[in-house]
Every structure is written in structure tokens, then in C-alpha cells.
């Protein structure tokens, strides 16, 4: 068992040392099998102070998911200047991405894969940042598509559907990348711009693919 520090520091800095000991916990032995004297142990604190601050176990993985969703989503919306061309902002935003993942692998392990397969409150804190995501992604194609178009009334239905699978691949693509070393933050972007932007691209001068008309 650790030794328990005995200088004293700010709660807030206390509880960030115990986040993120947690992090690397639950993300490494997952949240059922995740101890708390290990936490407290890799933390360098007490089991008691551990649930002082805290709570409880499911306090604390909540309180983690709710960190790395709003590390996340600051990370992507910081990434992107709306100064830039369409094509600029999506590049920027998913090189912002896929790097905070790729920093944070522990961290996206959380996210993407405990949080979500541990219950409904959890999955619903993830959900929640997801959904956020998803909606400023929106934003960033209906713009673009709306000057393209020079239609200023284009409807965001036409393209929240795009939206909702590029961040779904950006998160398969997430998991996949940190899983493979020799891949690279900026390689993953690029793939994903690669599949994506052609797209987009064609959306953007009114030229989308259409089904046949019979099947």
C-alpha cells in the first residue's frame, strides 16, 4: 500500500491527483473489476479520503467520464477557426480530435468504451457529449453547405445525417488508431478526411450521389 502524503494541497488539486489515478484504472482493469484501494494506492492518498472527496465508486467514474467529455469537447471546438474555408475547419477539427484521443488514450478508453457498456447512467454522460459533438459538426457543414449554395435557409436535416456518421467514424477510427502504434494523430485525420471530404465536396458544389431509381 502506498504511503499516504501527508502536505497538504487544494481540494481541486487533491481531486484531479484521484481522477486521474482513476482514469488510468478503470480504463486498464475496466469499471467492475477497477478497486478502489488501487485507485487511492496509485493515487498516493487513503481509501477514506478517496471516498471524502468523492463519494463513491460510481460517483467517481461519473466524475471522470463528465472530466474527459468536457477535456474532449474543448479540445475539438478549440481546433477549429472559423475563419478558415470549410475544408480547413473539419481537417482542424478532427487533427484536434484524433490528437486529444491519441494523448488521452486512457482517457478515451473511459469514454468510448467502458462508459458505454456499464450501465445507462454512464452511457448517458457519454451520449450527452456525443450528442454536442454531432451538433457542432452540423453547424460546421450547414454553414459551408449554406454558402456553397447560397441558400441561407438550407435546412440542417440535409446534412445532420453526415454528421452523425462522420463522428461515428471518427470514433471507430479513434479506437482503431491507438491500437496501432506506427499510426499517427494527423495519418488518422487524413484518412478520415480522405473518405469523408469527397463527400462533402460533391455536396458542397450540388452534386450528391443519388440511389437508382429502381432497386
Not at 463513491?56 to 474527459?68: Q, V
Not at 467529455?69 to 478558415?84: H, I, K, M, Q
Request: contains cysteine; aromatic residues 6%; hydrophobic residues 45%.
Amino acid at each position: 500500500m502506498g504511503s499516504v502524503k501527508t502536505k497538504r494541497m487544494p481540494r481541486a488539486v487533491r481531486e484531479q491527483q484521484m481522477m486521474d489515478a482513476a482514469v488510468q484504472i478503470f480504463a486498464r482493469r475496466g469499471y467492475t473489476a477497477a478497486s478502489m484501494d488501487e485507485i487511492a494506492e496509485l493515487a498516493g492518498v487513503s481509501k477514506p479520503l478517496v471516498y471524502l472527496y468523492l463519494n463513491s465508486k460510481e460517483d467517481l467514474f461519473t466524475a471522470c467520464i463528465r472530466r474527459e467529455a468536457a477535456a474532449l469537447t474543448a479540445a475539438v471546438r478549440s481546433g477549429v477557426r472559423p475563419e478558415l474555408p470549410a475544408d480547413r475547419q473539419l481537417w482542424e477539427g478532427l487533427r484536434a480530435f484524433f490528437t486529444h484521443t491519441a494523448r488521452n488514450p486512457d482517457g478515451w478508453t473511459v469514454l468510448h468504451l467502458q462508459a458505454r457498456t456499464h450501465g445507462e447512467p454512464f452511457a448517458a454522460e457519454v451520449d450527452a457529449m456525443r450528442e454536442g459533438i454531432v451538433a457542432f459538426v452540423t453547424q460546421l457543414i450547414v454553414v459551408a453547405a449554406r454558402d456553397a449554395h447560397r441558400d441561407p435557409d438550407l435546412p440542417e436535416r440535409e446534412v445532420a445525417g453526415l454528421a452523425e456518421a462522420l463522428v461515428g467514424a471518427a470514433e471507430s477510427l479513434a479506437a482503431w488508431a491507438n491500437a496501432t502504434p506506427e499510426v499517427s494523430a494527423r495519418q488518422a485525420a487524413a484518412t478520415l478526411m480522405n473518405f469523408a471530404w469527397a463527400g462533402l465536396g460533391d455536396l458542397m458544389q450540388s452534386r450528391p450521389w443519388s440511389p437508382p431509381d429502381h432497386d
